[in-house]
Nanobody, 127 residues
Framework: QVQLVESGGGLVQAGASLRLSCAAS????????MGWFRQTPGKEREFVAR????????YYADSVKGRFTIARDNPKNTAYLQMNSLKPKDTAVYFC????????????????????WGQGTQVTVSS
């Protein structure tokens, strides 16, 4: 049974940093790409970042490029999202997801291309 468990969310002021973690179990972590998405009430889940199986390729939404960094530690079966210079518009529930390494770059921002999801962690940024 595959499980993804996020942690690290919280309430911070604008300009602060947070690091989210996603602990995975149930299948070979290093065989799958990892992604981070976020969602606010009434809106669709939004792509944030993706990292390849070996961590040598990363992709970001324009809205977070230069502020967020995705990483993974395969021996620890954990993915991370370092979030710096947080803004109130970053407020959302953040989800990690696991998906096929063969997903085309043009499709990597589509939630349906990921087959397992965590329960989400709330990030709130106050102004």
């Amino acid at each position: 049974q595959v499980q993804l468990v996020e942690s690290g969310g919280g309430l911070v002021q604008a300009g602060a940093s947070l690091r989210l973690s996603c602990a995975a179990s149930g299948r070979t972590f290093s065989d799958y790409a990892m992604g981070w998405f976020r969602q606010t009430p009434g809106k669709e889940r939004e792509f944030v970042a993706r990292i390849s199986t070996r961590g040598d390729r990363t992709y970001y939404a324009d809205s977070v490029k230069g502020r967020f960094t995705i990483a993974r530690d395969n021996p620890k079966n954990t993915a991370y999202l370092q979030m710096n210079s947080l803004k109130p518009k970053d407020t959302a529930v953040y989800f990690c997801a696991s998906g096929s390494r063969f997903t085309a770059v043009s499709d990597m921002n589509r939630p349906e291309k990921y087959d397992y999801w965590g329960q989400g962690t709330q990030v709130t940024v106050s102004s």
